[in-house]
């Protein structure tokens, strides 16, 4: 039954809120962001690798990405790099995998999973995608993984699941755009909210025929690749076409139009390590609450600090609270974490003042 089993890796994005260290060159998804020994891509390709046959696991990504997966995924070969030659959001990246996949084996079933995303009991993930895989394989069903919310959190999108039903696998009522705060409030004290992770399993037949429904002319956009794929006339199809397919995402085309969508409460810990701020929620702490990457610290009256640098270079921090501090060769970050969210303000400041480079 495991050949059946099938995952979309998404590794194009390029995470600029993790700026210096996440670069359009090189994103954060292809490096060791927790200290862990493993970058973001390789533990998420470990995680999917105990329930899907490795050769199953197709990673997509930037063309300009390509030589780093295959350098970070040695099990990995060039057939299941997919490589998008322009950025048009994760409709129509997901639609032309998931083609390709059908046309390989059509029974398929897949889940699509972002590469930069952490979660902690990945036994308890992988029993999800199981019951989930299951699930699909004998319904027509879209599904996803929503996420217990632990606060009202304004930065995601949230899943309305109906509330009478008693099953583990709850039909989806409507997803919601992210909310101030006040909503935010309403949504945890309803007890049927979901954080939305962006986290997607599907067969290949049902998810083709919610973009035939729903999306027909991105559907039949990339159907005219169907006899190219998986053969050597695929990469010149791509190039032409990729650019023209419409920028729209897979929660709007599909998910948000379907009626026969479905949710699992995950029964893990997860965070979307979107930010320097989240990242520091997630790691070990000093007795000052300084969360510590790589760096060897002598911290003075300095609390609360997410520090990042090169491997054992010594940080002294004196009279500093509640700040992101990056060293990396030729920018030094010293940022306040209550305005991570100018972050990507910052860099596009930076790279009009000194040049792309540092971007």
């Given amino acids: 039954m495991k050949e059946n089993y099938y995952a979309i890796l998404m590794a194009g994005g390029v995470g600029s809120r993790f700026w ?16 862990t020994g493993e970058t973001l891509i390789q533990k998420t390709f470990h995680r999917l690798s105990k329930l899907i046959p490795a050769q199953n696991i197709y990673i997509l990504t930037n063309e300009r990405y390509n030589d780093l997966v295959l350098e970070q995924l040695p099990e990995v070969n060039q057939r299941q790099v997919v490589l998008e030659p322009a950025m048009r959001n994760t409709a129509p990246c997901i639609l032309y995998a ?27 993930f992988v029993q999800n995608v199981d019951q989930a895989f299951q699930f699909c394989q004998e319904h027509d069903a879209l599904m996803t993984l929503g996420i217990q919310p632990t606060f009202p959190n304004t930065g995601y999108g949230y899943i309305e699941f109906d509330k009478s ?15 101030d705060y006040e909503t935010a409030k309403q949504f945890l004290a309803q ?32 159907n005219k690749g169907m006899e190219a794929y998986n053969t050597d006339d695929e990469d010149k199809f791509i190039a032409d076409n990729y650019p023209l397919a419409e920028n729209i995402s897979v929660d709007y085309a599909i998910m948000e139009k379907s009626q026969n969508v479905y949710v699992i409460p995950a029964t ?36 609360g600090n997410m520090i990042r640098s090169p491997k054992n270079k010594i940080v002294v921090v004196d009279g500093l609270s509640d700040y992101i501090i990056v060293d990396k060769e030729e920018v030094l970050l010293i940022f306040p974490k209550e305005k991570e969210q100018d972050i990507k303000k910052v ?13």
């Fill in 20 to 35: 210096p260290v996440s670069t359009s060159q090189f994103p954060k998804q292809f490096h060791d962001m927790l200290g």
């Fill in 98 to 124: 998931s083609m390709k996949i059908q046309k390989e084996n059509p029974d398929a079933v897949m889940i699509v999973a972002p590469s930069d995303h952490w979660i902690e009991d990945e036994e308890a």
């Fill in 165 to 179: 039903s008693g099953d583990t696998i709850k039909p989806v009522s409507q997803f919601r755009e992210k909310p």
């Fill in 191 to 222: 007890g049927n909210f979901l954080w939305n992770a962006g986290i997607f399993m599907w067969s290949a037949k049902s998810v083709l025929a919610a973009f035939q429904n729903n999306q027909p002319n991105l559907y039949d956009h990339f």
């Fill in 268 to 303: 893990f810990d997860w965070n979307d390590l979107g930010t320097w701020g989240s990242l520091y929620d997630k790691l070990d702490k000093d007795e000052d609450q300084n969360a510590v990457v790589n760096a060897k610290t002598l911290s003075v009256d300095a609390s």
């Fill in 347 to 359: 860099l596009q400041q930076v790279k009009q003042k000194f040049g792309e480079h540092y971007g």
